[in-house]
């Protein structure tokens, strides 16, 4: 039986990898899993029973209960759910845990694209195709500030922009699964680029792999 084909992407927040990773399943009719919502959904199901965002066991036994068909973007977008979902992701067992549930979500065909910040590395690492989506900060933290406010919210950009910055300095400097390109990943830098544009190059790329196969 052919395997499933398996698209890799990574990339530090707002970078466009996950508006990315929707046009690429949709093109292709590929499922789609946004690997950051694995541990907001973790995070949010610790907050709502009331359990400690510290104890590393009982996250442990929350990830291996979770429902990957249960994600609700709009729900585990909410702040207060990042925050807590960043307290978790450091933890070893709690990665281990949602890793193999991303592996086996990968493996649904005909084809899969998961977006995160280890999956060419780390989750996927053999998957044919591996694109890593980065922007500058600032273009980064401007493209957050904008979505805020033109969904009705209020925002402080330097408070964005620093958030942003520190969000980089955790997701690379942390021990177990940091974020940083695989050695034969695709860079597409979308600082200057529009999505249509980066959706071009990775519909190259994706063609051009499937070929080989």
Known sequence: ??????????????????????????????????????????????????????????????????????????????????????????????????????RRFSAKLPGTVLDGRDIGTVVCPAAPVKLFVTASPEVRARRRYDEIVSGGGKAVFDEIFADVKKRDERDMGRADSPLKPADDAHLLDTSEMSIEAAFRAARELIDAARKRI
């Not at 927040?13 to 907001?40: N, P, Q, V, W």
């Open 1 to 102: 039986m052919t395997p499933s084909f398996i698209i890799a992407i990574d990339g530090p927040a707002a970078a466009g990898k996950g508006t990315l990773s929707r046009l690429i399943a949709a093109e292709y009719g590929f499922h789609h899993l946004d690997t950051g919502l694995t541990y907001r959904a973790v995070a949010k199901a610790l907050l709502d029973a009331g359990l400690p965002l510290d104890d590393e066991a009982v996250a442990e036994k929350t990830a291996l209960e979770l429902d990957l068909a249960g994600l609700d973007r709009s729900v585990l977008a909410q702040h207060h759910i990042g925050e807590a979902a960043s307290k978790i992701a450091v933890m070893p067992a709690v990665r281990r845990a949602l890793v193999e549930a991303q």
